[in-house]
């Protein structure tokens, strides 16, 4: 497979994460910078959502607002507490065996009480809008919770695009583990917010990570080192869009909020874009926003 000449990263961040980043792509659009329009589009749990959006040629902006149980068909998600309390205490001491730490967040997963697997799936199919793959290249990763280990799909993978959605934001605790071929599958951010490294290759990648603000960015650095692109731009929440997150990237009451900041920050973000979307050159790295930022472990969307 060739090198892809754009590729375009979205990074977990909840509900809240995910309208941010549907109203920044939107804004980016109207601006002329189409990431649809990348050769490849890497979408990890909340990012998988919009990246499906983009990469089938669907508009951001159907997730101005808030998607309500009844357009999926579906129940409204069934949080488990206690669960999910465990699941971040585990990932909060983490840093000594994070292979260990994420097979034990796996058995905390399937033993949550959150609902039937169709009801998640129905709910991202209400989202992305389809179960047909794109053309274009599109990788969605997710964590195996047996193994710990990261399960990347694409079109070839033989689930439908809802399944591997739905099993990239089914963050322990909050939605159910998904079941492809046997295996049952959690949240793609319990390895990385932004799975970075899985755009190698790509001479301009741009990575947007609604997150950042939340932890270090070593991981990211080091991500980015492996990616070995030509020009990398990242694109983060700037002040007036942390403002309008709140301090639960799952409240949905911050939807729409969230949504009209990532469309205001488009105005800056396409400055900074414009030319190396256009071009795909150059050697320099560019931070639109320079706020720390690093990821692992935020609860996702559904």
């Known amino acids: 497979m ?3 000449d754009r590729a375009v990263v979205l990074g977990a961040g909840g509900l809240v994460g995910m309208a941010w980043t ?26 998988a959502i919009i990246a499906a959006l983009l990469a089938t040629g669907q508009d951001p902006g159907r997730l101005a607002t808030p998607v309500r149980p009844a357009e999926s068909g579906s129940t409204p998600p069934q949080v488990d507490g206690r669960r999910l309390g465990e699941a971040f205490a585990v990932l909060g001491d983490a840093a000594s065996d994070p292979a260990g730490a994420r ?3 796996g058995r905390i997963a399937v033993a949550a009480e959150t609902g039937p697997e169709q009801a998640h799936i129905a709910r991202m199919r209400a989202m992305v809008g389809t179960d047909q793959w794109p053309d274009r290249q599109l990788l969605i990763p997710a964590t195996d919770t047996e193994s710990g280990e990261q399960e990347v799909f694409d079109g070839a993978s033989g689930a439908p695009l809802s399944c591997a ?4 934001t089914a ?3 909050i939605y159910p583990p998904i079941t492809v071929d046997g ?7 319990l390895r990385s917010a932004t799975n970075a490294a899985l755009a190698a290759r790509a001479r301009t990648l741009v990575v947007i990570d609604p997150q950042a603000h939340l932890f270090p960015d070593e991981l990211l650095h080091q991500e980015l080192a492996i990616a070995a692109a030509d020009t990398v731009v990242t694109v983060e929440p700037d002040p007036a869009s942390l403002r309008a997150f709140g301090p639960d990237l799952n409240d949905r009451t911050a939807w729409e909020p969230a949504y009209r900041a990532g469309l205001r920050q488009a105005a800056d973000a396409t ?3 414009r030319l190396v979307w256009r071009t795909g050159s150059g050697t320099d790295r560019h931070r639109v926003r320079d706020l ?7 609860p996702t969307t559904g």
Do not use: K, N
């Not at 295996?183 to 951010?189: E, H, I, L, T």
């Not at 720390?292 to 935020?298: K, Q, R, S």
């Open 271 to 273: 400055e900074q874009l």
């Open 292 to 298: 720390d930022g690093e990821g692992v472990g935020m």
């Open 2 to 4: 060739p090198s892809p």
């Open 165 to 168: 959605v739905a099993a990239s």
């Open 171 to 173: 963050f322990p605790g």
């Open 183 to 189: 295996r049952r599958y959690m949240d793609g951010s």
């Open 22 to 47: 549907a109203g920044l792509a939107c804004g980016l659009r109207r601006g002329g910078v189409d990431l649809g329009r990348a050769d490849l589009l890497v979408g990890t749990s909340a990012g």
């Open 103 to 105: 097979r034990r967040v």
